[in-house]
């Protein structure tokens, strides 16, 4: 197979959903999660293809996707509401420090949805980051049978965040959808400035390097490497499906894109395909598994600069469960 053709057809396809917003794309394949429990938790089941006469909801659902369809040309976490279904928040002004989320996905009737596609091991992909973007937590909420979703999450500051639900709901023809709301952490709020452009992130130990350019509507490579105690890491442990896997987030509007890599083996490179849909600042986020423990490299990547770009790192970022105000977090239910 020619991978680079495989990359820029897919990139295409993003480019065409996501329109404006559109991030970052394919790299290094899917892998077959392990057999035993990841974090805790048992593996997801298989994806089902279409609903079923046996799920209550799917009617409801199918009904939703076609009543209101999603907006052309938006990017994804835009909008609360988009193709007939809602971010629902019930807690949408946690405390500082350790808090609980609670919120729902809501059809067009107002129903909370209760059947999913899994998609990369689950069925709903949960984000929480600051306006910022000096906070970012990737949450794994419990879902009730009534489709309320529950995730502990430690926000270490006052002032603005975004929720992104990133999901597939189980209706047929239904598309993968990603929404976004605000949420509100009361005290007095500080911003941070944008992490200043550099070449590598230090992580817990680990030293990821993210070479590539990033060119507005125009498709290029980003490959990350890690290494570890100045080795490369050729291990890697799948984590979420993946050898990899990478959130964009643009600076201003918070426009998301979730993706994850195609192909390859554990390590140490890991390669994406980037599209910017604009000049400007932009912040990635690569989660990657090694020894047993999830860990977050952060940059900040400048699109339309004329030349390679070059990412910058977190300072150092913490192993997740570390409280830092800067630490990401891996959340499992």
Known sequence: MNTGVKITAYAAALAATFGAAYGVGTGVGPVEEPKKAEHGEHAAAPAPSKSTAADGHAGHEAGASTEAPAAANLPGGLQVSDGGYTLALETPTPATGKSVLKFSIKDAAGRKVTAFTTEHGKEL?????????????????????????????????????KAFADFKPAAKGAKGITLGADLSVPGAYAPKPMPAVAPTANVDGYQVRLGGTLDPGKAGELKLTVTKAGKP?????????????????????????????????????????????????????????????????????????????????????????????????????
Do not use: C, M
């Open 233 to 333: 890491v050729t291990d890697l442990e799948p984590y979420l499906g993946a050898y990899g896997h990478l959130v964009a987030l643009r600076d201003g509007d918070l426009a998301y894109l979730h993706v994850h890599p195609n192909e390859g083996g554990p390590g140490p490179d890991v390669s994406f395909t980037a599209t910017a849909p604009s000049a400007g600042t932009y912040r990635l986020f690569l989660d990657f598994q090694h020894e047993g423990k999830v860990r977050t490299a952060a940059f900040t990547v400048t699109a339309g600069a004329g030349k390679a770009t070059a990412p910058a790192p977190e300072a150092t970022v913490p192993a997740a469960g570390e409280a830092t105000d800067d630490a990401a977090e891996h959340t499992h239910g």
């Open 125 to 161: 992909h949960f984000i929480v980051a600051s306006r910022d973007l000096n906070t970012f937590r990737h949450l794994h909420p419990v879902k009730a049978a009534d489709g309320t979703w529950t995730t502990p999450v430690d926000l270490p500051a006052a002032g603005g965040y």
